[in-house]
């Protein structure tokens, strides 16, 4: 159990209603070496994997990944942390697959490894099925085809991370001092420094935009 490390840990809220990250990576850091050794050990090569990152916050999935998933799934680890990974994955692989589907990829052309299994088989095997078939084993999914389909990338990201959130809250609940809590802990930071990043980006980009259109008044 962890009694110390949880409750040295400041609130986490909910990334959107944060206006700020309520402790530094460093000072987490800090506190993450109160973890016994095998608990380190999987949760760095954990977050090797499933930490948010921009290049693959809307699900890209590629060989070397699912060869790190496969080769992750060997490894002794808790069984929720080994759940969440292959959540995460999965939900990985079910973009991915809009992605190749929208882009006109024929089901022969899929190569191989393309996302893993056994997500990636029931994919193939429904391909030509709305949602490939998978709304109802996973609710979400149809509202993300929504929001591809009409590329709004960041309705679809906010939608990932609000299922991804709430994954890792049931985590923390399983044992609400032992190491499922921090995991979920470290993971919802992440998602919280990939969303108040990207909000400051919009941000900047909104704040060109008015800059332009205030310039473009005056040269008239």
Request: charged share 25%; net charge neutral.
């Amino acid at each position: 159990m962890y009694y110390d490390l949880i409750t040295s840990l400041p609130q986490i809220p909910h990334f959107t209603r944060a206006e700020r990250m309520p402790i530094t990576q460093l000072r987490l850091i800090q506190r993450l070496k109160l973890l016994k050794p095998e608990h380190a050990r999987q949760l760095q090569e954990a977050h090797s994997l499933v930490r948010w990152r921009p290049e693959h916050a809307l699900g890209s999935t590629d060989v070397s990944f699912v060869r790190e998933f496969e080769k992750l799934m060997t490894h002794d680890l808790n069984e929720e942390l080994r759940s969440y990974v292959k959540f995460r994955l999965e939900q990985q692989t079910l973009i991915a697959a809009l992605r190749h589907k929208q882009r006109g990829v024929e089901l022969n052309e899929l190569y191989d490894s393309w996302g893993i299994a056994p997500m990636a088989h029931l994919i193939r095997r429904n391909w030509d099925v709305p949602h490939f078939g998978l709304m109802f084993l996973h609710p979400w999914f149809s509202q993300a085809c929504q929001f591809y389909d009409s590329e709004d990338a960041l309705e679809l990201e906010q939608l990932l991370m609000n299922v991804t959130w709430r994954r890792l809250t049931q985590c923390a609940e399983h044992r609400m001092f032992g190491f499922e809590a921090v995991f979920a802990y470290v993971f919802k930071w992440n998602i919280l420094e990939a969303w108040l990043k990207s909000d400051a980006d919009r941000g900047k980009i909104r704040f060109k935009e008015l800059i332009d259109q205030v310039t473009h008044v005056e040269n008239n």
